[in-house]
């Protein structure tokens, strides 16, 4: 078996891992220059083809001089997860069995590149994994097969990822069996694309926190955008980042939705649409990020301000 294998992010990586005797290259995107000192910052998937020692196709579109010479490694598979560009219909046609792609969400719900984010930001209590035969479509091809996974209470993005990461990576090589056994032949079940669902980009703008809501919903938030753009609000004209949160519907608060209306050494209680959010660890404008009892200790006075 050669395989080719195709990702660009830290949920790529322990399916790398799993099948790499059968690796014969790893393609990613390349990465860019960010920052102000516009340093490069190799992305996981690289980082562990280097390790491997595996040869490295580093491309910005499969227009890329680069991305013609996957055919000279003569692949049967390509094992495309979480890569991050639409793989066009010649590339997709030069494996010899084919190409498979792992989606972390039960196709057809959640088509689309943000799929934990919003089924965090939906409050649904599970999602899972779906291995399918590509085609040019995206997140469109045959389901070949699917795990439901619970989505547990305290879950945020960088939990769910990593359970959901490690259970594709488990799957992976018996897929990878299954089809060696059928003689290189990738059969799957078309999708029901009438119910069908799609998980836009994230953006920035996204992570900005609305007081009208509910305690609930901007919990959800917190937890689907940890990682980016993360839940964000104002406290004093500076930017607070909200990293970690809890929720309180036994108490409605009389005062105005942003209101800090009590700080305990579970955080800060804040009134909501409905309900109490208790922000537990956060980030102001230009300092540490930290426990908010402790930040409550050296900024005096919480109580009662707004967030907006």
Known sequence: ???????????????????????????????????????????????????????????????????????????????????????????????????????????????????????????????????????????????????????????DYITLSKRLSQKAADSLPEIIDRIVRKGGTIEGTVQDHAIATYAPMITKEMGKMDWQQSAARLDRQVKAFVTWPTAFTYLDGKLLKVFCSSVDESVEAKAPVGTITQVTKAGLEVSTGKGLLIIRELQLENKKRMNAYDFSRGYRELQDKSLN
């Open 1 to 155: 078996m050669r395989t080719v294998f195709f990702g660009s992010s830290g949920f790529s990586v322990p399916s790398l891992l799993k099948i790499q005797d059968s690796v014969v290259a790893v393609v990613t995107k390349k990465a860019r220059p960010k920052g102000r000192g516009y340093q490069i910052d190799d992305n996981e998937v690289k980082r562990a083809a280097v390790q491997l020692d595996l040869p490295l196709i580093e491309i910005d579109s499969f227009k890329d001089d680069e991305a013609k010479t996957i055919v000279d490694h003569h692949p049967d598979l390509f094992v495309v997860v979480s890569f991050g560009l639409i793989v066009p219909k010649w590339a997709l046609d030069v494996p010899s069995m084919g190409p498979i792609n792992i989606h972390p969400s039960l196709l057809p719900l959640y088509r689309g590149p943000s799929p934990m984010q919003w089924a965090l930001l939906s409050g649904d209590k599970a999602t899972g994994i779906t291995f399918i035969r590509m085609n040019e479509k995206m997140d469109e091809g045959d389901i070949i097969y699917q795990e439901r996974i619970t989505i547990e209470k305290d879950d």
